[in-house]
């Protein structure tokens, strides 16, 4: 009987080992790590420049036997206008041309400046004076005004100056100076000669 038993169990074995399947393997196989490609070492070859030929460099002043002007050059007077003047609103000067007037000073050439007298609205304007090299009638003009910040509380009381501008050196020519429209004067250029007239 008991070996009847083991031959049933013998075969129950083989017959569940039959129906079973086997387990299947991974078709591919996965890296934790993967190795990536070396980076190129390959230098781009750069694109040659263009030349390009320098332009001829411009004489400042005429060449001998040709006609020209040459235009004197004007010194800073400290009353130029400034980057922050577009932030500002322009206002007008009251000019005194009776005491304002044009003087040299003894130099060779002859050195030539402006003495201007007024008064600006208040102590918060600030005072520009603009001077332009002389025109082809040999006329200097000046274009005094002054700038203020409006959004700044100033006290009401008129503030006068009286300030010195340099106009440059003249060698030669008689020249007209003008100052907001109104002729102030005309001087001389040349060595060691005074102005025609100082009004």
């Not at 577009?86 to 002859?110: C, G, H, N, Y």
Request: aromatic share 8%.
């Amino acid at each position: 009987m008991r070996k009847r038993n083991l031959g049933y169990l013998f075969v129950l074995a083989i017959l569940m080992a039959a129906c079973t399947t086997p387990t299947s393997l991974p078709t591919s196989v996965v890296t934790e790590n993967p190795v990536e490609p070396a980076p190129s070492t390959a230098v781009p070859t750069p694109y040659p420049e263009p030349f390009v030929e320098a332009p001829a460099p411009v004489p400042i002043y005429p060449e001998p036997g040709k006609p020209g002007i040459v235009t004197p050059k004007i010194p800073l007077s400290g009353y130029e206008p400034q980057p922050y003047d577009a932030k500002l609103q322009r206002d007008k000067v009251l000019l005194d041309l009776e005491s304002s007037t044009i003087f040299t000073k003894p130099s060779d050439p002859t050195q030539v400046y402006a003495r201007l007298n007024g008064t600006l609205s208040d102590p918060c304007h600030e005072l520009r004076v603009v001077v332009t090299a002389p025109d082809a009638s040999k006329t200097i003009n000046l274009e005094v005004y002054s700038v203020v910040d409006t959004s700044v509380a100033c006290i009401m009381v008129i503030e006068p100056f009286n300030v010195t501008i340099p106009l440059g050196s003249y060698t030669s020519g008689e020249y007209t100076v003008r100052l907001n429209g109104e002729e102030l004067g005309t001087f001389v250029g040349g060595y060691g000669v005074q102005p025609v007239d100082s009004r």
